[in-house]
């Protein structure tokens, strides 16, 4: 990155939780902060919180087109340059395979999937006029190791994954590096994200029983810390020879691995268990 002046980093999603850690994070380690959220009370605890840091908040709703564009401008009008692009902004949407509408599948993936790809194609021609730029693409475990009732949530993951995959060889020559930061479980507002959505999902779904439970668990106590994470992420933007894929904890590199030698059979067999999933003449037993 050029030393001329301090490094420019935009981090979406920083209403709270990872995206929050991070730019807080990136602005106390001499970057120039870029953090976008959604709300205007998110906007203003944000500020607050990194008062006195180099930490400018935009709104931004990552489904709307124009915005994400004006958004980027903005950035370019204000620093004239962009060093590292944070695509953290997510949610997830409780939900078995067969009570998916397509509208609610196109919910899931306008903001996991296409919002984070048109950020992506906004700041790579910035980055290529640079000679230089680190992307770093926010997905989870569950983009590697999909699991029952939040499919729509894995497979915009798997989607980021496949993407990210192919621009990190298409911009190598640019000298743009794109990464991919892995968490597993994380003490975030994820249980309440599943409850926004919940009400979407058909009354007489056979899944009810299961997504009650799902929604009254309590928060994963050995879950890993956003700010965990941002270290992860901070680590990810200033390595001079990144990996291609970063995870937060040693025990979920192992549960990548071994879901690449585990048979199917046995990993469906053990997901089912874990959930509560029987086969029918089974439970009729």
Not at 28 to 54: D, H, I, K, M, N
Not at 259 to 274: E, I, L, Q, Y
């Amino acid at each position: 990155m050029s030393p001329s002046s301090a490094p420019v980093a935009l981090v979406t999603g920083c209403s709270s939780g990872i995206g929050r850690a991070t730019a807080l994070l990136l602005a106390q380690s001499g970057y120039r902060v870029f953090a976008t959220v959604r709300t205007p009370e998110a906007e203003t605890s944000l500020l607050q919180e990194g008062s006195g840091l180099p930490l400018s908040v935009m709104r931004l709703d990552l489904i709307d087109e124009l915005a994400v564009s004006a958004c980027v401008r903005h950035v370019m009008e204000d620093a004239e340059r962009i060093d590292a692009l944070v695509n953290n902004a997510g949610f997830a949407q409780l939900g078995a395979v067969e009570d998916l509408s397509r509208d609610f599948l196109r919910k899931q993936f306008e903001v996991n999937v296409f919002g984070a790809m048109q950020m992506c194609r906004e700041v790579l021609p910035i980055m290529r006029a640079q000679g230089f730029g680190r992307i770093v693409n926010v997905s989870s475990l569950a983009g590697r190791v999909s699991v029952p009732f939040i499919g729509a949530y894995c497979a915009s993951k798997f989607a980021l994954e496949a993407f990210s995959d192919a621009l990190r060889v298409e911009t190598r020559q640019a000298g743009v590096r794109v990464v991919l930061v892995e968490p597993g479980p994380v003490k975030t507002r994820f249980q309440e994200a599943l409850r926004a959505y919940a009400s979407e999902l058909p009354e007489t779904s056979p899944y009810r029983a299961h997504y009650d439970e799902i929604l009254s668990e309590p928060e994963v106590k050995s879950a890993a810390t956003s700010d965990q994470v941002a270290r992860v992420i901070l680590k990810a933007i200033r390595s001079s020879r990144p990996r291609a894929r970063y995870r937060i904890r040693f025990l979920e590199g192992v549960v990548a691995r071994v879901t690449r030698v585990v048979p199917s059979s046995a990993m469906d067999w053990g997901v089912a268990r874990w959930y509560g999933l029987r086969r029918a003449e089974s439970a009729r037993r």
